[in-house]
């Protein structure tokens, strides 16, 4: 599917009487939610996309500052604030009990909300199960690319206006696998998400959330660690930023972990290798 035929295929609604949000659902059955990563936005689970539909309803949407949705200036850009958004999303579509499929700054956001949900015997929503893909969820063993450690400092408002599609495409090729690199026709599409309705001017405070990782380093370690939600991590191992290393991490400090690596691919496993992220996430819910 073409990025435009995503769009087209989705639906908006307003979040906090002026923010428009882009969203997809489609589906029936046991409720699935998608949470993508930075830089990019819902749309990085279209080749995954139509296999889960077969399966599961399953609810994507571009969070605050990403993709199609709003990205106003003023906005405070938190971990907290993404995970709000997608409470009142699952509240207005009556989503009580869900499946998680979740990949990079996603994972940060699903551990958010595995700490809501751990501090809260009443938390209104039921998380039956995640599955995690290649993310920083442990300041420990996060390596960012040298653009994103740029944006962080004073640098970043100038930065940001010398960023553009071969900047993406530079970073984006250190971060692939060697044999599943992003074609042309894929980067013209991730920068176009980026830079959509003048995205530029927000990344700067969209990658605040590496310092909320240290932040919050405790609380969101252990909301994955002492929970008995079945969970699975799917990493592709030879990623710079979250690879192999970040899941041997994975399997020292959480119980019973269960984990898969792809050896061979890179930061985005449901871009780079689709069926066989299918096939692990199948075989986890135990439908193969």
């Known amino acids: 599917m073409t990025l435009e035929g995503w769009k087209d295929s989705g639906s908006y609604f307003t979040y906090k009487e002026k923010h428009q949000i882009f969203y997809k659902q489609e589906g029936d059955g046991t409720p699935l939610i998608l ?3 930075f830089p990019t936005a819902s749309w990085d689970w279209c080749k995954v996309w139509d296999a889960l539909v077969k399966k599961y309803k399953v609810s994507t949407l571009d969070m605050m500052g990403y993709g199609f949705s709003s990205k106003p200036k003023d906005f405070k850009y938190t971990i907290a604030a993404q995970v709000d958004l997608w409470e009142y999303f699952l509240e207005e579509h009556n989503i009580k009990e869900f499946h998680i499929l979740a990949h990079d700054y996603g994972d940060t956001v699903v551990q958010e909300m595995l700490a809501r949900c751990k501090e809260d015997d009443n938390y209104a929503f039921k998380i039956r199960s995640v ?3 290649n993310g920083g969820m442990f300041p420990e063993t996060n390596f960012p690319t040298t653009t994103q450690k740029l944006l962080l400092t004073p640098l970043g408002a100038l930065l940001k206006h010398f960023m553009g599609r071969n900047t993406l495409a530079k970073n984006f090729k250190k971060i692939f ?10 980067i013209d599409e991730f ?5 959509y309705n003048s995205g530029k001017d927000v990344l700067p405070k969209l990658i605040k959330y590496l310092t909320e990782r240290d932040t919050h380093k405790i609380r969101w370690r252990e909301a994955i660690q002492h929970t008995d939600i079945p969970k699975r991590l799917i990493d592709g191992g030879c990623d710079p930023i979250s690879g192999k290393h970040m899941a041997t991490f994975y399997k020292k400090i959480v119980p019973n972990a269960d984990v ?8 985005y496993p449901q871009v780079e290798a689709p069926n066989e ?3 692990h996430y199948f075989e986890f819910r ?3």
């Open 35 to 37: 949470v993508h990563g």
């Open 277 to 279: 992220v299918l096939h």
């Open 191 to 195: 920068w176009e998400l980026i830079d």
């Open 260 to 267: 898969i690596v792809l050896e061979e691919i890179g930061h």
């Open 177 to 186: 696998g060697k044999d599943t690199q992003p074609s042309d026709q894929e």
């Open 286 to 288: 135990g439908l193969l």
């Open 131 to 133: 599955v995690f893909l």
